[in-house]
């Protein structure tokens, strides 16, 4: 393993051709990569490389019957990993590919059974980056790679991130700024009949359905409300994107906002208003104003935007989440998104970040 490594500032929409050819140099020869994606930073190696797969799972401290994601540039590389692609993965992929979606699809021999954890299949994704399409394509493998952050730990959005939870232990890091959506992929099992989705993310459900002419399933797990012994997607049993702070979710309907603040109120009288509070403009308002009339006050706010547009929310979740640990406050108090489009998203990410969760 190297630890120092080399930090390549690139453009996002067009990148220094010199500088990718410098990572996919390391990708070839065994190496790590760090690199920005649509959704969140990736720590990449050769996925047909099993010696250098294993680093990945030894600089994130992963355990290892968490399977990665097989990063791809183009659709014959597809068919150099994936066994069998039903028509309702090609549909999917027709429609959102390269794009923020991975598809679970049974796999090829040549993918070790470091990336898949022993399983029969493979995650696939084609992302929409240019960073991350030509160090694929420099590279001349498939790619996998799991966000770039340590194991149970908010991903990183953006190169500084990268630095400091990776702390150089990485060949190269590509910083190529903050990345579009903020949130992990959304993940489908087309390998089961009808299609799971495993975790929420960027394309929504409703979308995901559209394309199919059909329902996906949608099970609590994915929700990130229970923890199956043997989840569909073995990372789902963990806890994920977890500050050290603790963190008190408000899991109730965000239209039922007399509950919402009634819950809040209370879990912030508990912390005697030591805390911070996190949520969409409008629900943090009426908690701080509620709280204004009794002369009380959150030690600091952080605003996720309108709750009717939960992908700013997406886009500041772990920046905020990340904000919370640096201000070393005793605990964050969490108001609720809707559960629509990218808020399943953000809902399920919430609920896997919470020490605690009360609903009403
Ligand atoms: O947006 C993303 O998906 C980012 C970027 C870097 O592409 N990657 C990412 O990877 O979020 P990671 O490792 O943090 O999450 C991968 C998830 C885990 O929950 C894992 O259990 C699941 O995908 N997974 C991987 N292979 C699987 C398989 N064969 N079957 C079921 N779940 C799988
Ligand atoms: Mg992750």
């Known amino acids: ?7 390549l500032k690139v ?7 010199a500088s990718l050819r410098v990572a996919a140099e390391a ?3 065994g190496g790590l ?3 920005p994606t649509e959704t969140v930073y990736g720590l990449g190696a050769d996925a047909l490389n099993p010696r250098a797969v294993k680093k990945i799972f030894e600089v994130k401290g992963r355990p290892p019957d968490n ?5 791809i540039s183009d659709w014959e590389m597809l068919g150099r990993i994936a066994d069998e692609v039903p028509k309702a993965a090609l549909k999917l992929a027709r429609k959102f590919w390269p794009g923020p979606l991975t598809l679970v699809l049974k796999r090829k021999k040549v993918i070790p059974d470091e990336v898949t954890a022993g399983l029969p299949t493979v995650a696939v994704r084609m992302p929409a980056h240019e960073v991350a399409l030509k160090l ?7 790619i996998a790679a799991p966000s770039a952050n340590p194991s149970g730990r908010p991903s990183p959005t953006t190169g500084s991130h990268v630095l400091r939870d990776l702390d150089c232990k990485v060949d190269v890091i590509l910083d190529g700024g903050e990345t579009y959506f903020g949130l992990e992929s959304t ?5 089961r009949n009808p299609p799971v989705l495993l975790r929420p993310g960027p394309i929504a459900v409703e979308d995901v359905e559209k394309a199919l002419g059909e329902r996906v399933m949608v099970t609590d797990e994915s929700r990130g409300l229970s923890h199956a012994e043997r989840p569909l997607a073995p990372g789902m049993k963990y806890r994920h994107y977890a500050p050290d702070t603790p963190v008190v979710l408000v899991d109730v309907n965000p239209s039922d906002i007399v509950t919402v603040v009634e819950s809040a109120v209370r879990e912030l009288n508990k912390l005697d208003w030591k805390a911070g509070l996190v949520g969409s403009t409008n629900l943090i308002w009426l908690v701080v104003g509620y709280g204004l009339r009794k002369g009380r006050m959150p030690l600091k706010i952080y605003d996720l935007g309108r709750g009717e547009k939960p992908h700013v929310a997406a886009r500041r979740l772990y920046h905020v989440l990340r904000k919370i640990d640096e201000h070393s406050l005793p605990a964050a108090v969490v108001l609720p998104f809707p559960e629509e489009g990218i808020g399943l998203a953000v809902m399920n990410r919430l609920r896997k970040a919470a020490s605690r969760r009360v609903s009403g």
Do not use: Q, Y
């Open 67 to 71: 399977p990665l994601i097989v990063h």
């Open 1 to 7: 393993m190297s630890w120092g490594c080399r930090i």
């Open 136 to 142: 694929i394509r420099l590279s001349d493998t498939p």
């Open 27 to 29: 990708i070839r020869r």
């Open 187 to 191: 993940i489908i099992d087309v390998t």
């Open 33 to 35: 990569v760090a690199f």
């Open 11 to 17: 453009d996002p929409e067009r990148p220094d051709e």
